[in-house]
């Protein structure tokens, strides 16, 4: 049904969100990691491609 989203896409939602968490609490207690944030704006991308095939 358009507009609506599974299990697995809210699944990533949620892992994308605790992973910002993560990757925030790293940064602010041990200094910024490069690969850290790439990681998680390409699992950001990933939830969002997820979001826009599911809702179109």
């Known amino acids: 049904m ?3 989203t599974d ?3 809210k699944t990533m939602g949620v ?3 605790g ?3 993560v ?3 790293y940064t602010v207690a041990l200094g910024s990691n490069g690969w850290l944030w790439f990681g998680w ?3 950001g ?3 969002l491609a997820l979001i826009v095939t599911k809702t179109s």
């Open 23 to 25: 990757v925030t609490a």
């Open 2 to 4: 358009p507009g609506t």
């Open 41 to 43: 704006v390409v699992l």
């Open 15 to 17: 892992l994308t969100v």
């Open 45 to 47: 991308l990933i939830t």
């Open 19 to 21: 992973g910002l968490v």
């Open 7 to 9: 299990g697995s896409t």
